[in-house]
């Protein structure tokens, strides 16, 4: 069987690759506690509209390059990442928003579906604090079709994450 996505259907609506790294990692529960919908959750917005939550709930797994080196920053969906607080945190000369190509070939996952976990090379991470803002935080499951709900202090433990402020100040 197919998804809508072209991806190949498993024992839950998450990406093959990301059940099968939840699996190793453990968590044998979350595969279950995905859900996935007929339109697309691509953005925060779509994503905190199908669900029925605050922007800020939605966690974005957003790929940076720091002196061309991928990097995972986690971010709520109501805010944005300071690319100068990312470059100051990490060190780095410059850091720029990954090309799609890039995005794909880090994480194995296209743009609007990229988990915060379970991606096909180990990057440095980073986690905004704001996330630590709700009891329960949505991610990408690895379509743009699914999201799974996690606490997210256990979301951050499960990334190997560093909990840093670089989000954009509120205008």
Known sequence: ?????????EDSAAHPRFAEAVREMGLAEL???????????????EAAAAIGCELS??????????DGVPVLVLMDGASRVDLELVRKEL?????TRARADVVRETTGYAIGGVPPFGHRTA????????????D???AAAGTPYSVFPMEPKTL??????TLVDVREPAE
């Not at 069987?1 to 259907?9: F, K, L, Y």
């Not at 060190?91 to 850091?95: C, E, L």
């Not at 951050?156 to 994450?161: L, N």
């Open 1 to 9: 069987m197919t998804t809508t996505d072209g991806t190949a259907a």
């Open 31 to 45: 595969p279950g506690r995905v859900r996935r919908f007929p339109d697309a959750t691509r953005t925060a917005g």
């Open 57 to 66: 709930q939605i966690c974005k797994s957003l790929i940076f390059a720091a």
């Open 91 to 95: 060190g780095a000369a410059k850091v």
């Open 123 to 134: 990057t440095r991470v980073l986690a905004d604090r704001s996330l630590l803002a709700h």
């Open 136 to 138: 329960v935080v949505w």
């Open 156 to 161: 951050i433990a499960h990334t190997g994450a």
